[in-house]
């Protein structure tokens, strides 16, 4: 029987990961005359959101799953979250990834200790290598527990953590408004982890999830009810972080009755919006981890006062970024 995550789940990861992590900045922003605020997980030790997920998963490992070691499929902060909750643990972790992940989330997967598989992305142009298949036969040859970037009932948990603490950060902030509670959530998606463990963790925030254009399977399918996959010639994105093929039956559960209509951001939406944030609150953030942002921005999500806007991750190529903040300032 499949575990289905719960909200309770979703405060014990917030109780447990307390324990080990400080809190991320919820940083009062100004947004078209409107405040709002920024919930900035850039700032987690792997610099992504991911770093709650992983911890959660493998600290509910059993002993004898510990033993045998994580498998993981990431484009690079999942697979820096599990890395990191390996070391820690103790526990051996594999890691596929794509053959094209930035450099920097390769280059730190290695450094805490993961082994690293490579696969080819699909393109265009040719066809790839399927990334799920590739760690299934590693876990038959090898053994080990999959760790699912955002279909896993416990990643899904400790993802919905950062709702949990933004709600207490948010109440403590609004001066003369005790109880306030997050009116919305606005969340950059990839398979729908991060939305659905917020959508848990403040049953009563509006959900809004973004994703790159071109790549809105999550969006797509809660507006249909079914999972939908992207396409072959689907358009090259600067998000390499919000690139999932689909999401899962568990997410779209969680969120086809608790999620708005999602919105899509282009990549120079997304680069407005890393400027914005390096000008305005001194952030580096990566551009999958600045689409809730790009989308606030560019008005294309409501936004109030006890409005949470999810920076999700500042893993950004050094080259790359510098490109982007060099364009306008």
């Known amino acids: 029987m499949i575990r289905t995550p719960t909200h309770d789940g979703v405060v014990a990861a917030a109780r ?13 922003v100004e947004i078209g005359g409107v405040g709002a605020h920024v919930k900035a997980e850039n700032l987690q030790p792997i610099g992504a959101f991911k770093i709650r997920g992983g911890w959660w998963r493998l600290s509910n490992l059993s002993p004898d799953e510990r033993k045998q070691g994580v498998v993981a499929v990431s484009s690079g902060n999942h697979a820096q979250g599990v890395a990191w909750a390996a070391r820690r643990l103790g526990i051996k972790a594999t890691i596929v990834m794509p053959h094209d992940a930035p450099e920097v989330k390769l ?32 876990i038959e040859e090898q053994g080990g527990v999959l760790v699912h970037a955002f ?43 991060l939305a659905a463990g917020l959508a848990l963790s403040c049953p009563d925030a509006a959900v809004h999830v973004v994703e790159p254009e071109g790549w809105d399977m999550v969006g797509q399918a809660i507006a249909s009810g079914e999972i939908v996959t992207a396409s072959a010639n689907a358009p090259k994105t600067i998000c390499d972080a919000l690139q999932p093929t689909a999401t899962k039956a568990l997410n779209l559960g969680l969120l086809k009755t608790r999620a708005e209509p999602g919105v899509t951001v282009t990549d120079d939406e997304v680069r407005d919006a890393q400027r914005w944030a390096f000008a305005n609150l001194r952030l580096v953030v990566e551009p999958g981890g600045a689409a ?20 999700t991750g500042g893993n950004a190529d050094p080259a790359a970024f510098a490109r982007t903040i060099a364009q306008k300032i």
């Open 16 to 28: 447990s990961i307390a324990e080990i992590l400080p809190q991320t900045p919820l940083l009062p």
């Open 107 to 138: 280059a730190n997967t290695k450094a805490l200790g993961a082994d690293v598989v490579l696969y080819k992305r699909a393109s265009r142009e040719q066809g790839g290598e399927d990334r799920d298949e590739i760690a299934a036969k590693l």
């Open 151 to 193: 279909g896993d009932p416990w990643v899904i948990e400790g993802q919905g953590s950062s709702g949990i603490e933004a709600a207490k950060q948010l109440e403590g902030q609004l001066e003369g408004q005790l109880g306030r509670a997050p009116s919305r959530f606005i969340a950059c998606c990839g398979g729908g982890g």
């Open 292 to 311: 809730a942002l790009a989308a606030a921005l560019a008005g294309k999500v409501p936004i109030d006062e006890g409005t949470i806007i999810m920076i």
